[in-house]
T-cell receptor, first 116, second 111 residues
């Protein structure tokens, strides 16, 4: 069973460009979460999605950031007009349910964005 | 501010010794805690979890202790091996779908 797949693993963008990060959840998982990790810090919740629905985007900046999880295809985290402060590792996780107390949350290897 | 934190950012341990990694939390409503291991360039990997109705849970070479009185949990690794070198995060959950992570402790195993 393939795990959570993220691509690209590394992405370099210049200021003002767009970054698109993709995440395919584990097979059978319909709940997707995006977390951001700045250097030397822990992961911070950004957004929680189910198929075609954004459940909670309270951790995501109001501007330039958007996320989607279409009926077909991977979840996408989109960052428009990137700035240097967007440089971070972005992790996607998936679960079969929306409950965290089962331990069944699986993370991908992350996408590392560098903004020049 | 963050509700989960770790006491020490780094820990150096001799191979074969036991490691103890500590974590303090401030949200008394948290009822579920997880320890993750993150190796360089990889995503967090589940190690062990514990619910608030327990004070101890054991896995393979790992033990998590929870002290709700002082809002503290710890991860003990027995007979630490070179492959245990990584950053360790505690995370908490208070019943919904979000995890709050601490800043992490970097464990380095000396040969």
């Amino acid at each position: 069973n393939a795990g959570v797949m993220q691509n690209p693993r590394h992405l370099v963008r210049r200021r003002g460009q767009e970054a698109r990060l993709r995440c395919s959840p584990m097979k059978g998982h319909s709940h997707v979460y995006w977390y951001r990790q700045l250097p030397e810090e822990g992961l911070k919740f950004m957004v929680y999605l189910q198929k075609e629905n954004i459940i909670d985007e309270s951790g995501m900046p109001k501007e330039r950031f958007s996320a989607e999880f279409p009926k077909e295809g991977p979840s996408i985290l989109r960052i428009q007009q990137v700035v240097r402060g967007d440089s971070a590792a972005y992790f996607c996780a998936s679960s079969a349910t929306g409950l965290m107390n089962t331990g069944e949350l699986f993370f991908g290897e992350g996408s590392r964005l560098t903004v020049l | 501010g963050e509700s989960v934190g770790l006491h020490l950012p780094t820990l150096s341990v001799q191979e074969g010794d036991n490691s103890i990694i500590n974590c303090a939390y401030s949200n008394s409503a948290s009822d579920y805690f997880i320890w993750y291991k993150q190796e360089s360039g990889k995503g967090p990997q589940f190690i062990i979890d514990i619910r608030s109705n327990m004070d101890k849970r054991q896995g393979q070479r790992v033990t998590v202790l929870l002290n709700k009185t002082v809002k503290h949990l710890s991860l003990q690794i027995a007979a630490t091996q070179p492959g245990d070198s990584a950053v360790y995060f505690c995370a908490e959950n208070n019943g919904d779908y979000k995890l709050s992570f601490g800043a992490g402790t970097t464990v380095t195993v000396r040969a």
